[in-house]
């Protein structure tokens, strides 16, 4: 028979518990991570640094290793930020991201012109991104544990979108640009980045490129789907089919996740709280395949879509406000977390 012992002593009212942190409320699902800029990496900005460590299990860097950032003029590398940006992950135990190699943004004129602003031949281009890559990627060799490799090749209807890199290479410099980093680095997961992939006509550009560096046998890690979702779009079941399309393909998603309304009151904030967790439920439908969701910032104050596509216009994307306390939405999203999943840090 078992015994039941029945205490006398009212027991003390349970205070409320904090919240847990994203990282330990998705621990064992995915990573979740946020994009730094220098100030959060190198110190300066004390409450954003305090916040990634709190929070996040992975970083990437919005500019720091940028061809304009890191490779400025032909014979100059820079790695000042780099080297801080990588230091940063490696002290807070963090999965650090490298991001990009290739991009027909943030990248300096001159890799393409020749001293009297004449294109360059395909072989001065395959020498110059060889350079690049093997530079770059070499550095933090066995370090920065992923990278970004070829940044938004596509046009909106998933043709290959018309760059300096596309017209001077041709189709392969996708196949060529993920050789030189196997090549640098054949321990670094290896990604294709691009956004809207929500987009059907982008969508079967994506899976048809990413299909044909497979055949090629190139070690295609994962797909960025970089979402520049909005409060009204994409739709959970299209969220969901894109997903699923390129898990058909073997290739796990990772996500960067930048949903935005237009000024907070408090219906907003509400409203931005409900479609981050009908974001991060369709992210946990596939939790097989999503590694990694990345937050394009860490407080409103910081992010990116205060200057774009406006400049100067005030946004409110994220999950911190500007004072660096949690939104409603940090709270939405932490409770879509499968409980069972949480563990104490
Ligand atoms: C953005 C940065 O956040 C800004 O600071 C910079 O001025 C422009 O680039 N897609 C990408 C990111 O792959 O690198 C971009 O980052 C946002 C869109």
Known sequence: MGALALGCARPAPSPVPAPPALRTAFRGVFLVGAALNAAQFSGQDTLGAAIVKAQFNSITPENALKWASVHPRPRTYDFAAGDRYVAFGEQNGMF?????LLWHKQTPRWVFEDSTGTPVSRDTLLARLRDHIHTVVGRYRGRIKGWD???EALEDDGTMRRTPWLTILGEDYLATAFRFAHEADPEAELYYNDYELERAPKRRGAVELVRRLQDEGIPIAAVGLQNHDRLDWPSPAQ?????????RLGVPHTSESNPFGDGLPDSLQQALARRYAELFASYLRHRETVTRVTFWGVTDRDSWLNNWPVRGRTNYPLLFGRDGRPKPAFAAVVRTAPTRERRDD
Do not use: C
């Open 96 to 100: 650090v991201v490298g991001h990009n």
């Open 239 to 247: 969220e969901d089919s894109t997903i699923d399309a390129f898990a």
């Open 149 to 151: 490799v070829v940044n």
